[in-house]
């Protein structure tokens, strides 16, 4: 079975503009959350989506949006690029939480300069 | 607000002995724990999952939950260099994220 697989995994923007992530979940799971892990502030969530509705978000501004697609998988998007987003974003797939498991994808390094 | 707390380490233990990793929660509603390795510049990999109160073995890790102290532990027997890395306690309250501890850095030294 075909894990978590994000795309890209590696991206370097410049301030100001705007960025599009990809996460396509383990096949079967409907959940996705998205999180963001600095040095700093360690994993924080940013959103979850199960059957293309967000069901719960985090303490993100605006400029962070996400959805789901009929098939899962799912996007987030930052726009207007701050310095303060660099960061790895992580995607995790889960059949249907709480009380199951999250398995993370390896990441998109993201780099604002 | 809900917190996970955790020992940032770093935690040394020699080769072959045991290493003790703690968390506490803050939220008594939380349901679901988990703990996650993470390699320096990888993701995290979900080592245990543990839902009621007791003991959970796999292989050389055990998870402890204490519901009443709000208290989780993961134990490592037999620990070995290639387990050196960053152990984060995670937690699930009934919602659907999970909050996360900011890790125990673990050295295991051979």
């Not at chain 1, 797939?93 to 780099?111: K, Y």
Request: aromatic content about 12%.
């Amino acid at each position: 079975k075909a894990g978590v697989t994000q795309t890209p995994r590696y991206l370097i923007k410049t301030r100001g503009q705007q960025v599009t992530l990809s996460c396509s979940p383990i096949s079967g799971h409907r959940s996705v959350s998205w999180y963001q892990q600095t040095p700093g502030q360690g994993l924080q969530f940013l959103f979850e989506y199960f059957s293309e509705t967000q069901r719960n978000k985090g303490n993100f501004p605006g400029r962070f949006s996400g959805r789901q697609f009929s098939n899962s998988r799912s996007e987030m998007n930052v726009s207007t690029l701050e310095l303060g987003d660099s960061a790895l974003y992580l995607c995790a797939s889960s059949e249907n939480p709480p009380n199951t498991e999250a398995f993370f994808g390896q990441g998109t390094r993201l780099t604002v300069v | 607000q809900k917190e996970v707390e955790q020992n940032s380490g770093p935690l040394s233990v020699p080769e072959g002995a045991i290493a003790s990793l703690n968390c506490t929660y803050s939220d008594r509603g939380s349901q679901s724990f988990f703990w996650y390795r993470q390699y320096s510049g990888k993701s995290p990999e979900l080592i245990m999952s543990i839902y009621s109160n007791g003991d959970k073995e796999d292989g050389r890790f055990t998870a402890q939950l204490n519901k009443a102290s709000q208290y989780v532990s993961l134990l490592i027997r037999d620990s070995q260099p290639s387990d050196s890395a960053t152990y984060l306690c995670a937690v699930r309250a009934g919602s659907y994220q999970l909050t996360f501890g900011k890790g125990t850095k673990l050295s295991v030294i051979p």
